[in-house]
Protein backbone atom coordinates (compact mmCIF):
# COMPACT_ATOMS: atom_id res chain seq x y z
CA UNK A 1 0.00 0.00 0.00
CA UNK A 2 1.33 3.51 -1.29
CA UNK A 3 2.47 6.04 1.75
CA UNK A 4 -1.26 8.53 1.38
CA UNK A 5 1.29 11.30 3.14
CA UNK A 6 4.20 10.98 1.03
CA UNK A 7 3.61 14.19 -0.32
CA UNK A 8 3.67 15.78 2.82
CA UNK A 9 7.00 13.62 3.57
CA UNK A 10 8.50 15.26 0.07
CA UNK A 11 7.45 18.63 0.88
CA UNK A 12 9.12 18.37 4.66
CA UNK A 13 12.30 17.18 3.24
CA UNK A 14 12.32 19.70 0.48
CA UNK A 15 11.87 22.50 2.86
CA UNK A 16 14.22 21.26 4.89
CA UNK A 17 11.74 20.73 8.14
CA UNK A 18 12.90 17.36 8.09
CA UNK A 19 15.93 17.06 9.56
CA UNK A 20 15.53 20.96 10.84
CA UNK A 21 12.35 20.05 13.46
CA UNK A 22 10.99 16.56 12.36
CA UNK A 23 13.46 13.85 12.88
CA UNK A 24 14.51 11.69 9.63
CA UNK A 25 12.36 8.58 11.44
CA UNK A 26 8.91 10.47 10.54
CA UNK A 27 7.81 8.64 7.52
CA UNK A 28 4.21 7.66 8.04
CA UNK A 29 1.92 10.44 9.79
CA UNK A 30 -1.91 8.97 11.00
CA UNK A 31 -2.97 12.07 11.46
CA UNK A 32 -3.72 15.15 9.12
CA UNK A 33 -3.60 18.55 10.82
CA UNK A 34 -5.18 21.80 8.68
CA UNK A 35 -4.87 24.90 10.77
CA UNK A 36 -8.20 27.23 9.12
CA UNK A 37 -8.18 30.87 9.96
CA UNK A 38 -10.88 32.65 8.98
CA UNK A 39 -10.98 34.98 5.27
CA UNK A 40 -13.77 37.03 2.98
CA UNK A 41 -13.67 34.24 0.76
CA UNK A 42 -14.90 31.67 3.77
CA UNK A 43 -11.49 30.09 4.96
CA UNK A 44 -8.02 29.68 4.40
CA UNK A 45 -6.19 26.89 5.58
CA UNK A 46 -2.52 25.24 6.04
CA UNK A 47 -1.64 22.79 3.19
CA UNK A 48 1.83 21.50 3.15
CA UNK A 49 3.94 24.58 1.93
CA UNK A 50 0.84 26.96 0.99
CA UNK A 51 2.29 30.38 1.02
CA UNK A 52 -0.28 32.23 2.96
CA UNK A 53 -0.53 36.26 3.47
CA UNK A 54 0.86 37.16 6.83
CA UNK A 55 -1.90 39.20 7.56
CA UNK A 56 -4.64 36.23 7.17
CA UNK A 57 -2.76 34.27 9.80
CA UNK A 58 -2.67 37.04 12.77
CA UNK A 59 -5.88 35.64 14.47
CA UNK A 60 -5.86 32.25 16.59
CA UNK A 61 -6.49 29.44 14.01
CA UNK A 62 -9.07 26.18 14.35
CA UNK A 63 -7.04 23.20 14.27
CA UNK A 64 -8.41 20.40 12.44
CA UNK A 65 -7.62 16.93 13.30
CA UNK A 66 -8.56 14.23 10.82
CA UNK A 67 -7.67 10.53 11.46
CA UNK A 68 -5.56 7.74 9.61
CA UNK A 69 -6.33 4.58 9.84
CA UNK A 70 -4.48 3.77 13.04
CA UNK A 71 -5.34 6.75 14.97
CA UNK A 72 -5.40 5.29 19.23
CA UNK A 73 -8.91 7.62 20.15
CA UNK A 74 -8.44 6.31 23.84
CA UNK A 75 -5.06 8.50 23.81
CA UNK A 76 -4.33 11.79 24.52
CA UNK A 77 -2.48 14.24 22.50
CA UNK A 78 -0.28 17.50 22.05
CA UNK A 79 -0.29 19.83 19.38
CA UNK A 80 2.53 22.39 18.98
CA UNK A 81 3.12 25.12 16.36
CA UNK A 82 6.69 26.19 15.56
CA UNK A 83 9.13 28.07 13.52
CA UNK A 84 12.23 26.32 12.36
CA UNK A 85 14.58 29.30 12.13
CA UNK A 86 13.37 32.22 13.28
CA UNK A 87 13.75 34.74 12.50
CA UNK A 88 13.98 33.47 9.27
CA UNK A 89 15.83 31.06 6.88
CA UNK A 90 18.61 33.59 5.98
CA UNK A 91 19.28 34.94 9.86
CA UNK A 92 18.55 31.81 11.70
CA UNK A 93 19.20 33.56 14.77
CA UNK A 94 16.88 32.70 17.87
CA UNK A 95 16.87 28.76 16.32
CA UNK A 96 13.65 27.01 16.56
CA UNK A 97 10.89 29.43 17.85
CA UNK A 98 7.93 27.92 19.82
CA UNK A 99 4.95 29.82 19.50
CA UNK A 100 2.59 27.02 21.79
CA UNK A 101 2.15 23.65 23.11
CA UNK A 102 -1.87 23.00 23.35
CA UNK A 103 -2.94 19.59 25.64
CA UNK A 104 -5.48 17.11 24.18
CA UNK A 105 -6.90 17.86 20.76
CA UNK A 106 -9.46 15.70 19.72
CA UNK A 107 -9.16 13.67 16.57
CA UNK A 108 -11.50 14.32 13.79
CA UNK A 109 -13.44 17.45 15.06
CA UNK A 110 -11.90 21.12 15.14
CA UNK A 111 -10.39 22.77 18.01
CA UNK A 112 -9.60 26.25 18.89
CA UNK A 113 -6.66 27.32 20.64
CA UNK A 114 -6.50 29.78 22.53
CA UNK A 115 -2.92 30.30 24.17
CA UNK A 116 -1.46 31.49 20.58
CA UNK A 117 0.86 33.86 20.91
CA UNK A 118 1.67 35.05 17.55
CA UNK A 119 4.53 37.43 17.61
CA UNK A 120 5.89 37.27 13.86
CA UNK A 121 8.51 40.91 13.94
CA UNK A 122 9.50 42.32 10.66
CA UNK A 123 6.97 41.72 8.25
CA UNK A 124 10.22 41.93 5.77
CA UNK A 125 10.92 37.92 6.95
CA UNK A 126 9.22 34.91 5.26
CA UNK A 127 8.34 32.44 8.12
CA UNK A 128 7.64 28.92 7.57
CA UNK A 129 5.25 27.77 10.44
CA UNK A 130 5.35 24.14 11.52
CA UNK A 131 2.72 21.98 13.55
CA UNK A 132 3.57 19.17 15.30
CA UNK A 133 0.95 15.66 16.28
CA UNK A 134 2.13 13.95 19.09
CA UNK A 135 0.56 11.06 21.05
CA UNK A 136 1.11 11.15 25.12
CA UNK A 137 2.30 8.25 26.67
CA UNK A 138 -0.03 5.78 28.32
CA UNK A 139 0.73 7.42 31.57
CA UNK A 140 -0.23 10.67 30.81
CA UNK A 141 1.96 13.76 30.27
CA UNK A 142 3.15 16.33 33.20
CA UNK A 143 5.24 19.02 31.89
CA UNK A 144 6.04 21.27 35.35
CA UNK A 145 4.93 24.51 35.86
CA UNK A 146 8.38 26.07 35.79
CA UNK A 147 9.01 24.45 32.24
CA UNK A 148 9.70 26.99 29.82
CA UNK A 149 6.90 25.58 27.88
CA UNK A 150 4.63 26.98 30.07
CA UNK A 151 6.39 30.55 29.94
CA UNK A 152 5.99 32.75 27.16
CA UNK A 153 8.94 35.22 27.57
CA UNK A 154 10.96 36.10 24.49
CA UNK A 155 14.04 33.92 25.69
CA UNK A 156 12.18 31.09 26.82
CA UNK A 157 10.46 30.43 23.15
CA UNK A 158 13.41 31.01 21.11
CA UNK A 159 16.11 28.05 20.85
CA UNK A 160 13.24 25.63 21.68
CA UNK A 161 13.37 22.21 20.12
CA UNK A 162 10.33 19.89 19.68
CA UNK A 163 12.30 17.01 19.01
CA UNK A 164 14.36 16.72 22.62
CA UNK A 165 10.59 18.34 24.34
CA UNK A 166 9.07 15.05 22.71
CA UNK A 167 11.82 12.86 23.82
CA UNK A 168 12.18 14.15 27.28
CA UNK A 169 8.56 13.53 27.84
CA UNK A 170 8.19 10.57 25.91
CA UNK A 171 5.74 11.82 23.36
CA UNK A 172 5.31 10.11 19.31
CA UNK A 173 4.63 12.28 16.62
CA UNK A 174 2.11 11.19 14.64
CA UNK A 175 1.38 14.19 12.67
CA UNK A 176 2.70 17.33 10.99
CA UNK A 177 1.73 20.13 8.54
CA UNK A 178 3.83 23.71 7.62
CA UNK A 179 2.69 26.68 6.28
CA UNK A 180 4.95 29.63 4.54
CA UNK A 181 4.23 33.27 5.28
CA UNK A 182 5.08 37.18 4.28
CA UNK A 183 3.73 40.43 4.55
CA UNK A 184 1.81 41.23 1.53
CA UNK A 185 2.79 44.80 1.79
Do not use: C
Not at 81 to 88: E, I, L, R, V
Not at 164 to 176: D, I, N, S
Request: charge should be negative; hydrophobic fraction near 40%; charged fraction near 25%.
Amino acid sequence: MANAYGHVIKAFHESQIIPDVVPESFTTPTVHINAIWPSPEGYIQSEEGKAIPRESVLEEPEIKLSPGHSLDTDASYTIVMTDPDAPSRDDPRFGQWRHWVARRPVAGIIVTVRRIAFEFGSSLFTFEQVFLLYQEPSGGLHVPDDAVEHQGEFTSRRKWNATAFAEKYGLKLVGANFFITKATE
